[in-house]
């Protein structure tokens, strides 16, 4: 029995990466039984001989948009045009981020089709201010520098340009970009399969965009406490449970009205909470 690491899923066929050597294995029936689902990124124990996977071993988090586990930095691919910038779809992915304790880097793309570019760097600088590691998808020695022992998810918008820029850091990916279609304002889904590929000494994915993240299985409180620039503020508070809303004597609220926390952001988390 060896132990290793789902590195490529296709229908039902695993592809487990273990000391430099990739197998293709079948799953035992018994994940089907009990509903397990292998996903990318999973440590498992399997016979060699027969390319068997055995057993899953305990995850660190899961995402399921893109389906892949023990994940530890995100690269959060952020259009700024064509898809054109989207507060809300970025704070969602920041919340469901923060909740699987997956460290975000933020990267903007397409800064070059703006004719004014304040506002998005009044947002980069805003997001630093917070704690958020932001780059430009220009940075690329910056970027390459990320990767070393870890494993980083590309995820973002569709059409925000994540093949590109993992073949922009390693022409070797050959990953398929698409075009922007313009009748809908967002990519062709070009990316057809989750797989992590070995790129400076750590692990990387591209996976399937998608322009929606669903937030259903997170509560209110969850959803208030990944909003990470509301912690400094919150001791402040009338009430210790404060959600940050419609209560009297709030300190976020306070913060909001003082442009110390962006409005944007803000009315981004009211509009989850009341959905």
């Not at 016979?47 to 892949?68: A, D, F, G, S």
């Not at 700024?80 to 304790?101: A, C, G, M, R, T």
């Not at 669903?214 to 508070?237: A, T």
């Not at 976020?252 to 003082?258: G, L, S, T």
Request: hydrophobic share 35%; charged share 30%; aromatic share 8%.
């Amino acid at each position: 029995m060896k132990q290793g690491r789902i590195i490529k899923i296709i229908s039902n066929d695993y592809t487990v990466s273990q000391g430099g050597i990739k197998y293709l294995c079948k799953c035992r029936g018994i994940f089907r039984n009990k509903k397990i689902k292998p996903l990318v990124g999973d440590l498992v124990e399997f016979n060699e001989k027969e390319n068997i996977i055995e057993k899953i071993l305990p995850r660190n988090n899961e995402l399921i948009r893109p389906p892949v586990s023990n994940v530890d930095q995100a690269l959060v691919i952020t259009s700024v045009k064509d898809p054109d910038f989207s507060s809300n779809l970025l704070s969602k992915q920041l919340v469901i981020l923060e909740y699987n304790h997956i460290t975000p880097i933020i990267c903007f793309t397409k800064l070059d089709l703006l004719t004014d570019t304040n506002k998005i760097n009044n947002l980069i600088k805003y997001y630093q201010k917070i704690g958020y590691t932001v780059l430009k998808n220009t940075e690329i020695n910056k970027i390459k520098k990320l990767f070393e022992n870890k494993i980083t998810v590309f995820t973002g918008q569709t059409g925000a340009g994540k093949s590109s820029l993992i073949n922009k850091l390693d022409s070797n990916f050959k990953l398929k970009t698409g075009e922007i279609s313009k009748a809908l304002g967002r990519g062709k889904h070009t990316t057809r399969h989750t797989e992590l590929y070995s790129f400076n000494k750590g692990l990387v994915a591209d996976t399937p965009g998608f322009s929606d993240i669903d937030l259903s299985n997170l509560s209110k409180e969850d959803i208030r406490d990944n909003f990470i620039e509301f912690e400094q503020y919150k001791s402040n508070c009338k009430y210790r449970d404060c959600m940050h809303d419609k209560e009297d004597i709030c300190a976020v609220k306070e913060a909001v009205n003082n442009n110390l926390i962006l409005k944007e952001r803000y009315l981004d988390y009211l509009n989850f909470i009341h959905k």
